[in-house]
């Protein structure tokens, strides 16, 4: 074995979807500061180039790609540029998905389910196709899904998102099952973390109220942080503490699942 911490990321390239905001700049920075090196897409240049910025500002080694994940030849050019310029990649976090405003079911559209499914399960298997052989070949590979409670708790509003999370967590056990045997794990994570969506105090009373009342009755109380609840949960499944954990869906929402 080897004499190096079993969580330590320090070398290893990581590629995060929607990378520039919330939760997947929560993510890059925390294992950026764990000396991981760091590969960010988002759909906007200025966005991307503004988190990357920020990324390099705090001595992290980062790489931002444009990209749209419900692109599957440009999920396969992410690897091939993630590949020439740091020369590996050992892990995935799938975070990037587009979302709708809430829609009773009666009055879901086709393109809404279009939407959520090309960008949600669909842009998640482009990327986890085009990263495989190169985990493979090293017999080494660590992926991490991102979901919503909202599938489990069906949540009214939210059915296509809810649905398309539903199928990035059944890719996520077939992926475990399909590539375990080459070194690769394969974890999904449900994250509470809104806080980059909250209103600013002041500026809208019943959104604030609606905002607040999700944490209610959260046995925490309080939203998840980005950096500090999301990103340590996501590093651990990165990392090589984790290699015997695979097909699994870990709920970081400070409890808020087991609201009735």
Same mark, same amino acid.
């Given at each position: !074995?080897? %004499?190096?911490?079993?969580?330590?990321?320090?070398?290893?390239?990581?590629?995060?979807?929607?990378?520039?905001?919330?939760?997947?700049?929560?993510?890059?920075?925390?294992?950026?500061?764990?000396?991981?090196?760091?590969?960010?897409?988002?759909?906007?240049?200025?966005?991307?180039?503004?988190?990357?910025?920020?990324?390099?500002?705090?001595?992290?080694?980062?790489?931002?790609?444009? /990209?749209?994940?419900?692109?599957?030849?440009? %999920?396969?050019?992410?690897? %091939?540029?993630?590949?020439?310029?740091?020369?590996?990649?050992?892990?995935?976090?799938?975070? /990037?998905?587009?979302?709708?405003?809430?829609?009773?079911?009666?009055?879901?559209?086709?393109?809404? !389910?279009?939407?959520?499914?090309?960008?949600?399960?669909?842009?998640?298997?482009?990327? !986890?196709?085009?990263?495989?052989?190169?985990?493979? *070949?090293? =017999?080494? #590979?660590?992926?991490?899904? !991102?979901?919503?409670?909202?599938?489990?708790? #069906?949540?009214?509003?939210?059915?296509?998102? /809810?649905?398309? =999370?539903? *199928?990035?967590? %059944?890719?996520?056990?077939?992926?475990?099952?399909?590539? @375990?045997?080459? @070194?690769?794990?394969?974890?999904?994570?449900?994250?509470?973390? *809104?806080?980059?969506?909250?209103?600013?105090?002041?500026?809208?009373?019943?959104?604030?109220?609606?905002?607040?009342?999700?944490?209610?009755?959260?046995?925490? #109380?309080?939203?998840?942080? /980005?950096?500090?609840?999301?990103?340590? *949960?996501?590093?651990?499944?990165?990392?090589?503490?984790?290699?015997?954990?695979?097909?699994?869906?870990?709920?970081?929402? #400070?409890?808020?699942?087991?609201?009735?």
């Amino acid at each position: !074995m080897s %004499s190096a911490p079993l969580n330590d990321l320090a070398g290893r390239v990581v590629i995060i979807t929607g990378g520039t905001r919330g939760i997947g700049l929560g993510v890059a920075r925390h294992i950026g500061a764990l000396d991981a090196k760091v590969v960010i897409t988002g759909r906007k240049p200025e966005r991307l180039a503004e988190a990357a910025s920020f990324l390099e500002s705090e001595g992290i080694d980062c790489l931002g790609l444009v /990209a749209d994940v419900a692109n599957r030849d440009r %999920s396969f050019d992410v690897v %091939s540029e993630t590949l020439a310029r740091f020369g590996r990649i050992d892990g995935l976090v799938l975070n /990037a998905q587009s979302f709708r405003p809430v829609t009773p079911l009666l009055d879901v559209t086709e393109s809404d !389910m279009n939407l959520l499914f090309d960008t949600g399960p669909k842009g998640a298997l482009w990327l !986890m196709q085009a990263a495989q052989p190169h985990m493979a *070949a090293n =017999n080494w #590979g660590r992926i991490v899904t !991102m979901g919503t409670s909202m599938g489990l708790t #069906g949540a009214s509003g939210y059915g296509p998102y /809810a649905a398309s =999370n539903e *199928a990035i967590r %059944s890719l996520t056990r077939t992926a475990a099952r399909e590539w @375990g045997r080459d @070194g690769i794990t394969v974890n999904c994570v449900l994250p509470a973390s *809104a806080g980059h969506r909250a209103p600013v105090a002041g500026s809208d009373p019943a959104r604030e109220a609606a905002f607040a009342s999700m944490y209610d009755d959260n046995p925490v #109380g309080r939203d998840g942080d /980005a950096v500090d609840d999301i990103g340590p *949960a996501v590093a651990f499944l990165l990392s090589d503490g984790s290699r015997y954990v695979t097909g699994q869906t870990i709920s970081v929402d #400070g409890g808020g699942i087991m609201r009735p």
